[in-house]
């Protein structure tokens, strides 16, 4: 919830029963249908198998996670905790600039939209209103950020870690032959991986991420002949 002033205030019912219903893959928002990258380059056979797939989230998507997004995530959950529009808007913009493939950025904000949408129909507030008044097509970071602005940060950094995590090894479960138990594994080792180093990542600016496997992937994926996924 949010004062009047839009500030985040104690939610009304149990803020820790909201986080895994926010974070439950049941929940609709939309991410089911994005590869972010990664059907392309299971077509290119750059990820094929269960012990590619474990490479990839740990050489690509963790470095991401750790040195751009989570610092990112600390910000944005900041601005949401003091009712700043304004500063959400702003670094909204900035992650734009940061996502060069066209098709990165319209999948951040597909799902940040469809979020937002839930958000504003079971749990509104004062921030919630005035961010989608201001900026209703926002990625996906920050309407995570004012999803769960009345949880403290290192959790709420988590459960963004996870949603990233989970995200690909659900949709690697279409793209190959990889079972789910061999998949839950794979999760595990990596969130074991991150939680190492991840109270370190929200005490840092954001570094930026050059990541030109996943983009060139992403690009390729809008002119693919054949595809199960959005980008």
């Known amino acids: 919830m949010a004062d009047s002033a839009g500030a985040a205030q104690p939610l009304r019912y149990d803020a820790w029963l909201w986080l895994m219903q926010a974070n439950d893959s049941?929940?609709?928002?939309?991410?089911?249908?994005?590869?972010?990258?990664?059907?392309?380059?299971?077509e290119a056979g750059v990820v094929k198998n269960a012990e590619g797939l474990e490479c990839f989230l740990e050489k690509q998507i963790l470095p991401a996670l750790l040195s751009f997004e989570l610092p990112y995530f600390v910000q944005a959950h900041r601005a949401a905790g003091r009712g700043d529009v304004a500063k959400l808007a702003e670094?909204?913009?900035?992650?734009?600039?940061?996502?060069?493939?066209?098709?990165?950025?319209d999948a951040s904000r597909r799902i940040g939209s469809r979020r937002l949408e839930l958000l504003r129909q079971l749990a509104p507030s004062p921030l919630v209103e005035n961010h989608a008044a201001n900026c209703p097509f926002?990625?996906?970071?920050?309407?995570?950020?004012?999803?769960?602005?009345s949880i403290p940060i290192a959790q709420a950094a988590r459960a963004f870690a996870f949603q990233t995590i989970t995200g690909f090894a659900t949709a690697s479960m279409k793209l190959m032959r990889?079972?789910?138990?061999?998949?839950?594994?794979?999760v595990r080792r990596t969130l074991d991986r991150?939680?190492?180093?991840?109270?370190?990542?929200l005490s840092r600016p954001p570094d930026g991420w050059f990541n030109p496997?996943?983009?060139?992937?992403?690009?390729?994926?809008?002119?693919?002949?054949a595809r199960l996924f959005i980008s």
């Open 178 to 186: 990889i079972g789910q138990t061999v998949c839950q594994a794979i």
């Open 138 to 149: 926002s990625h996906h970071l920050i309407v995570t950020s004012i999803e769960l602005s």
């Open 26 to 42: 049941q929940y609709p928002s939309g991410a089911y249908a994005h590869s972010y990258g990664l059907e392309e380059l299971v």
């Open 194 to 201: 991150i939680g190492m180093e991840i109270d370190v990542a």
């Open 91 to 105: 670094l909204d913009g900035e992650l734009d600039a940061w996502r060069l493939p066209a098709e990165t950025r």
């Open 213 to 225: 496997l996943l983009e060139i992937a992403s690009l390729r994926h809008a002119r693919a002949d």
